[in-house]
């Protein structure tokens, strides 16, 4: 129900929504990376590229390369389910903050500067808490990674350290983060993909 709800706001919002699973699952920050690969992918109509996260992001190699077919307006790439963190460093943060974080270096890594606003991406849990932390979750862009830039913080550091929750808490004081407070129903987390062509 909390995808097909995306679904129907992405088509108002003039978007062409395309649910990618609804069992989204596995370590939040290699999910997050093929995130990232595949909105890049995407924007540079890299077909190759796209077909080699399906696994990682709980779907078939045809949808995504499906994909290419409809990039003639703005798409809305909607996912569900939850991913998983494996705590390695004493870090504060949540599966879709790391998420998010992974999806921005790996947006950074792949994409232009002039392309930097064509994406961004959101994880975010439903009932408004990610792990022990007020954010629901996180935005994720290049732009991220270039404001944490010039912030003077490295991204790689603090995902490396499973601390993304003060990255996002201090990267350009604190907008990327999503704080909605407790929401009072846990459906599942969404993540949501706008691609801007």
């Known amino acids: 129900l909390a ?3 995306c679904q129907k706001r992405a088509i108002q919002l003039g978007y062409f929504p395309v649910v990618l699973s609804s069992t989204l699952e596995g370590d939040a920050c290699n999910v997050g990376k093929a995130f990232g690969i595949l909105c890049a992918s995407l924007l ?3 077909k190759e590229q796209i077909t080699t996260v399906a696994d990682t992001l709980c779907c078939d190699e045809d949808t995504l390369a499906s994909l290419l077919d409809v990039v003639y307006k703005p798409v809305c790439l909607i996912a569900g389910g939850e991913t998983t963190v494996h705590v390695q ?6 599966r879709n903050q790391e998420l998010s974080l992974a999806a921005s270096i790996a947006l950074h890594e792949r994409l232009q500067q002039n392309e930097f606003n064509q994406c961004i991406i959101l994880s975010a849990g439903t009932d408004g808490q990610d792990g022990p932390t007020p954010a629901a979750g996180a935005y994720a862009g290049a732009c991220v990674v270039e404001q944490a830039q010039k912030d003077g913080l ?3 550091l603090f995902l490396h350290q499973n601390n993304s929750y003060s990255f996002y808490h201090m990267v350009g004081n604190g907008k990327h983060s ?3 407070g407790l929401t009072g129903t846990n459906v599942m987390d969404v993540q949501i993909a706008l ?3």
């Open 3 to 5: 995808l097909l709800e």
């Open 44 to 46: 540079h109509g890299d």
């Open 89 to 94: 460093h004493k870090g504060t943060g949540g």
């Open 154 to 156: 490295d991204p790689k």
């Open 178 to 180: 999503l704080l909605t």
């Open 195 to 197: 691609l801007d062509f």
